[in-house]
């Protein structure tokens, strides 16, 4: 099956500079690249995603780009703000073993200092 | 429009104990899902449905069992409970397999 890993798992900025978050997968045959943050004490909401046929993907402050050859997709968070604190998952997904379904990665603890 | 509820959202149960979680969407989506989350494993699939009518096992099935009651409805049971199933759950939906998920607000489980 899938395998997503995720680094770093905390990342300490200055509000304004910029945050990176970095995913590898393990199987080719994923295609679906979906980026969701998770504020304390809520479920997961989608902030941006790419597919495979995409380099990269761009909504205002966030930037997602996919190296499908080496297997890596990172998150990109331009002029952070203090809002922007939270959890950030990477997943992906495809057919695995018959399945679409997406595999998430272990998370990341953005903490954005003012 | 609720989107994804999910209730309840705090349970303590005693090992041996059973329960049902219980979830519904308004969106008209067809899939759904139930995923734990656990410090530092992020979130892993349990059970999902495709579309009505369908479930099919995630990562972590065992201990568990589920029911598509319609195309809104997707609940979770947990036939005896241990200790080990102590976690935050969480169900979602979307539209189609791997498309924007939704999630509702999670429920904190217990077991002692």
């Known amino acids: 099956g899938e395998n997503v890993e995720q680094h770093p798992s905390t990342l300490s900025v200055q509000e304004g500079d910029s945050a990176v978050i970095k995913c590898t997968y393990s199987d080719s045959a994923s295609n679906y690249f979906p980026w969701y943050k998770q504020e304390l004490g809520k479920g997961p909401q989608l902030i941006i995603d ?65 | 429009n609720a989107g994804v509820t999910q209730t309840p959202k705090f349970q303590v149960l005693k090992t041996g104990q059973s ?38 096992k995630g990562e972590v099935p065992n201990g568990y069992n589920v029911s598509r009651l319609n195309k809104r409805e997707f609940s979770l049971r947990l036939e005896s409970a241990a200790p080990s199933q102590t976690s935050v759950y969480f169900c979602a939906s979307s539209q189609e397999m791997n498309t924007e998920a939704f999630f509702g607000q999670g429920t904190r489980l217990t077991v002692v």
């Open chain 1, 50 to 114: 790419i597919r495979s046929n995409v380099g990269e993907k761009k909504d205002q402050r966030i930037a997602v780009t996919l190296n499908k050859t080496a297997k890596h997709f990172s998150l990109h968070i331009t002029e952070t703000q203090p809002e922007d604190s939270a959890v950030y998952f990477c997943a992906a997904g495809g057919n695995s073993g018959g399945y679409q379904k997406v595999t998430f990665g272990t998370g990341t603890k953005l903490q954005v200092i003012p």
């Open chain 2, 19 to 56: 329960m049902t979680l219980q979830c519904a969407q308004d969106m008209n989506h067809n899939s759904m899902y139930w995923y734990r989350q656990d410090p530092g494993m992020g979130l892993r699939l349990i059970y999902y449905s495709a579309s009505e009518g369908t479930t099919d």
